[in-house]
């Protein structure tokens, strides 16, 4: 297989410069921008969707305060509105007029407040374990949790009683949560491990918390778009995995609320589908981008 040509380069966004870079540039389909999740984990784990890139530019950038980005010491700049400015800033630079939108996790939070604060043209939107109430998800999470070890939930209710949140133990008690569901691979691959070491933890722990469970004090704790799903007015697909800690009847409701809409679970996956069930993953995006190309084309 030939190997795709790279860009890449830095832009200034409101607090600092982030790192893109575009595979395929040349492609004149039109691009998949991919945002990562976190909030401020960088955009390495999303790799496998350079698979597309034969057939389309695929984008990647790695949000303010994590990965190859700028990482400002400003507290302030880790909320929701800030990176909706950013991703307009830099479709904005890249000259992108048509776009698919893939989000991830908080990814797909990010694209859904990017939709519907400005109705901006897009030809089609990926939800990628991205349901849309943060309460809900805390709720489900608290379910699969009560479902771990007695003794991995000992050394999580212990910790978190102490906030000793970097202990470990603690940290291998999280990582027995992610096995089962947000990476069932194993081992994990390599642009997994990548992201985890480019982790933007001040970022992480303003807009989520100390942890994966708790307590969620971040600016995050209240998101929540159920109620304005309806206003949402592009060809979407959503996707999840059945382990998924964004558990599949909590994506089945953007798919229920957003019209032109369509919902896949994958059955072998976590919260990585595009990871754990790759070529599978590959191939529904890409039917459903041919499809949203030939939607799109005027006349």
């Given amino acids: 297989m030939t190997e795709l040509r790279a860009v890449e380069g830095t832009i ?5 410069q982030v790192w893109y870079q575009i595979l395929n540039p040349d492609q004149p389909a039109t691009p998949l921008l991919c945002l990562h999740g976190g909030p401020g984990m960088p955009h390495d784990y999303l790799e496998p969707l350079a698979g597309i890139a034969a057939a389309r530019p695929v984008i990647f950038y790695d949000q303010l305060g994590c990965g190859k980005s ?5 507290a302030s700049l880790w909320t929701v509105g800030r990176f909706v400015e950013e991703l307009a800033v830099v479709r904005a630079a890249l000259r992108l007029p048509r776009l698919h939108l893939f989000g991830n996790s908080w990814g797909g939070w990010l694209a859904l407040q990017y939709t519907l604060d400005g109705a ?3 030809d089609s939107l990926i939800l990628s374990s991205s349901p849309p109430s943060v309460a809900r998800w ?14 991995v939930q000992d050394v999580l209710t212990r910790h978190e009683a102490s906030g000793y949140f970097a202990c470990p133990e603690y940290q291998w008690a999280i990582t ?4 089962r569901h947000l990476c069932r691979a194993d081992p994990w691959p390599d642009c997994l491990e990548r992201t985890f070491a480019g982790l933007g933890a001040e970022v992480y722990e303003t807009m989520w918390g100390p942890s994966e469970f708790g307590p969620v004090t971040g600016r ?9 799903l309806g206003e949402i007015r592009v060809p979407t697909l959503v996707t999840g995995g059945r382990h998924d800690e964004a558990r599949p009847a909590h994506v089945a409701v953007l798919a229920e609320r957003i019209a032109d809409s369509e919902l896949v679970i994958f059955e072998n996956s976590s919260h990585t ?8 993953y590959l191939g529904v995006v890409t039917d459903f981008l041919a499809r949203a190309d030939a939607a799109a084309k005027p006349g």
């Fill in 12 to 16: 200034a966004v409101p607090g600092g």
């Fill in 70 to 74: 700028g990482r400002p010491a400003d």
């Fill in 120 to 122: 901006p043209q897009l």
């Fill in 138 to 151: 805390i709720s489900d999470c608290a379910e699969l949790r009560a479902a771990l070890d007695e003794n």
């Fill in 176 to 179: 027995q949560f992610y096995r």
């Fill in 220 to 228: 995050l704790r209240n998101w929540d778009v159920s109620d304005r």
């Fill in 273 to 280: 589908a595009f990871i754990e069930e790759q070529a599978s």
